[in-house]
């Protein structure tokens, strides 16, 4: 299957090792470091070891991890996944974007590009996420997309030094409006 979602603004499309450079200049960020445990600081060959498995999992069909690029510029502005559990038909949402590209919108359009490419093209049943509690504009972007808050794990993740809480939202296919 070749992956190549558009929206007004967005390309959402599969990694290339050319890639990872990007990536370890957006990615090596204290904040993304303190959301998401992400190593920092982050390294060029973190960057690499991680694009090296995507097309194992592309081809499995169990992990879709696509850079988020804007239309505009031709640059990566961050990165979405969607990780398939087969035996439930469900897809786990994630995505972070560069510190410059934040509170634009771009977010919430990949989102949405993934929502409909897991329920159209991948006919799942229920996609879902989670975010660190304290992490309200992820938050934000997830029930702009129609996820529906499910609840709070707390003292789910251990994120420098601090037990975090972790809200977890869904979507069912039964909800989601273009079926």
């Not at 200049?25 to 690499?48: T, V």
């Not at 409909?116 to 997830?142: D, M, Q, T």
Request: aromatic share 10%; proline share 4%; with cysteine.
């Amino acid at each position: 299957m070749v992956i190549k979602l558009e929206s007004e603004r967005l390309c959402l499309e599969p990694f290339t090792m050319d890639d990872a450079f990007r990536i370890k200049e957006l990615a090596n960020d204290k904040r993304l470091a303190n959301i998401l445990g992400l190593p920092y600081p982050y390294e060029l060959k973190f960057a690499q070891d991680w694009i090296d498995m995507h097309p194992e999992l592309l081809k499995r069909g169990v992990e879709y991890p696509l850079a988020i690029v804007s239309k505009e510029s031709r640059e990566i502005i961050g990165t979405i996944t969607l990780r398939i559990d087969k035996v439930n038909n469900r897809g786990e949402l994630g995505y972070w974007l560069g510190q410059d590209y934040l509170g634009k919108g771009f977010a919430t359009e990949a989102v949405n590009s993934m929502i409909h490419f897991g329920f159209i093209e991948l006919g799942l049943n229920k996609i879902w996420a989670s975010a660190i509690a304290r992490n309200k504009p992820s938050s934000r972007v997830l029930e702009k997309c129609g996820l529906r808050k499910e609840g709070t794990l707390r003292q789910h993740r251990f994120l420098v030094d601090t037990y975090e809480d972790v809200d977890v939202y869904g979507l069912l296919k039964t909800e989601y409006p273009a079926l």
